[in-house]
Nanobody
Framework: VQLVESGGGLAQSGGSLRLSCIAS????????MSWYRQSPGKEREVVAT????????YIADSLRGRFTIFRDNVQKRLYLQMDSLKPEDTAVYFC?????WGQGTQVTVSS
């Protein structure tokens, strides 16, 4: 099983980034998937979760309206669209599914 995130980087406050996670080694379409993030000195927190068929989505209350989660079960990809970024969104973002974690991708938002 492998989850590989990409799309992180440096963004300005108010900007956008789209994270991508490519899954392999398991039947992606059968599993709910999630994005988590972890800032220095803080616990890892859930950002968003999407059901296996993409029909149900959860976004953390504080991020609703700015972040969107979606998936492509044919391409075996999970996405996180992040808009109106704020400096407090700076964190390492992780893809999670089937009890596995990706290595994370760093997002840094400058003020």
């Amino acid at each position: 099983v492998q989850l590989v995130e990409s799309g992180g980087g440096l963004a300005q406050s108010g900007g956008s980034l789209r994270l991508s996670c490519i899954a392999s080694g398991f039947t992606f379409r059968r599993y709910a998937m999630s994005w988590y993030r972890q800032s220095p000195g803080k616990e890892r927190e859930v950002v968003a979760t999407i059901s296996s068929d993409g029909g149900t989505r959860y976004i953390a209350d504080s991020l609703r309206g700015r972040f969107t989660i979606f998936r492509d079960n044919v391409q075996k990809r999970l996405y996180l669209q992040m808009d109106s970024l704020k400096p407090e969104d700076t964190a390492v973002y992780f893809c999670n599914g089937n009890s596995y974690w990706g290595q994370g991708t760093q997002v840094t938002v400058s003020s």
